[in-house]
């Protein structure tokens, strides 16, 4: 089958935020995405893509950007409608959050949004769709050329733990630490077209590939191969969905910086007629995994050979390197909030440290409050008694 890929005039941004709408009595999610997105019809109506949507739970408001050209372009348009959707929340005593999954909240208390396509994910798919109550970032990267596509999205698969260490907010599910830094990663990625991207040749084989999955009833649409990083023809970017759900605005910009630069410098390889890298299929699932399980403490494979390194240090030296293409996007100060992840804590450990000081899981649904809210990392001392 032949997939138009509508390319874009430039490195472009789009990011789709996943927010969580919490009690702001018990912190339990509220199963109300419907009654509040009907009280802003300017902003979920009347729009092939409005800024305010349903996702697969009714505990979920996705919020989204128009095209952006640069980082600060895109904080501004998410910050405006987060400003509209956090007044509309707070009428209905509902607060805004987001961490991969929700630390108290039981998946077998979610309510599904009223949508067909929703409906048919959950008689396909049953207890894996029913319980995904998760949350997560993804960043579309413009590409200027179809034919680019497929090698930049492979060389990008070796940046799987790079993406999820820095945003891993879900150590905890339904009650209970799991020991992992990303319990999102596997909760989603258990679903049959998730996972790591299939790690192609060209665009050519991406048709194939979609054509025999099309052909076999294993999709129903391209929409449904939903692939850490996959090609998004219609739009004409490559999507970043490795990301977990972004705490605060400032890392949300981080995310996006790191995507914009690594597109930038995939495509400035290309133009000099270099061939970009490819991890082995091997070595992309076992560095996924290590982050899962590890985060920022992981010891990362950094070849074909199994050669390995601290995760952290590869960090280190990827700002580094992108420290000069992200200076001429505009967006060095973004990027440079990864350092201070690097310092301060990843999200799943700033949660992991409120309850090694004595914090209550309700305490770490309160710093995730304060944190989306005031746009800052928080600890314990400032959300135990505060009541929030």
Known sequence: ???????????????????????????????????????????????????????????????????????????????????????????????????????????????????????????????????????????????????????????????????????????????????????????????????????LDDWAAFEDYMDTLLRSGTIRSIKEVWWDIRPHPDFGTVEIRMFDGIPTMREVGMAAALCQSLVTLFEQQLDRGYTLPRPAAWVMRDNKWRATRYGLDAIVITDDSGNTAPLRDDLYELVRELEPIADRLGCAEELKVAGEVLEYGAPYERQRAIRADGGTLENIVDAAIVELAEDRFVTLGEVAHAGT
């Open 1 to 199: 089958m032949a997939i138009d890929f509508n390319a874009s005039n430039g490195a472009t941004l789009g990011v789709e935020w996943e927010i969580q709408l919490v009690d702001a009595g018990t912190r339990h999610l509220r199963q109300d995405a419907r009654e509040v997105l009907a009280a802003l019809p300017s902003l979920t109506e009347n729009d092939q893509n409005p800024p305010i949507r349903h996702e697969l739970m009714e505990s979920t408001v996705e919020v989204v950007t128009g095209i952006c050209h640069t980082v600060g372009e895109a904080k501004a348009d998410l910050a405006a409608t987060l400003a509209t959707l956090r007044t509309a929340a707070a009428q209905r005593d509902i607060a805004l959050a987001c961490t991969g999954t929700h630390p108290i909240s039981d998946w077998r208390d979610a309510v599904m949004a009223p949508m067909r396509r929703y409906a048919e994910l959950i008689e396909e798919m049953q207890w894996l769709a029913r319980r995904i109550q998760t949350f997560g970032v993804h960043v579309h990267v413009g590409v200027s050329d179809g034919a680019r596509v497929i090698p930049i999205v492979n060389a990008l698969s070796s940046y799987l733990p790079h993406f999820l260490a820095l945003t891993a907010s879900s150590p905890f599910w339904s009650g209970s630490d799991t020991g992992l830094a990303s319990c999102r990663a596997v909760v989603f990625g258990q679903l049959p077209t998730a996972g790591p991207p299939h790690l």
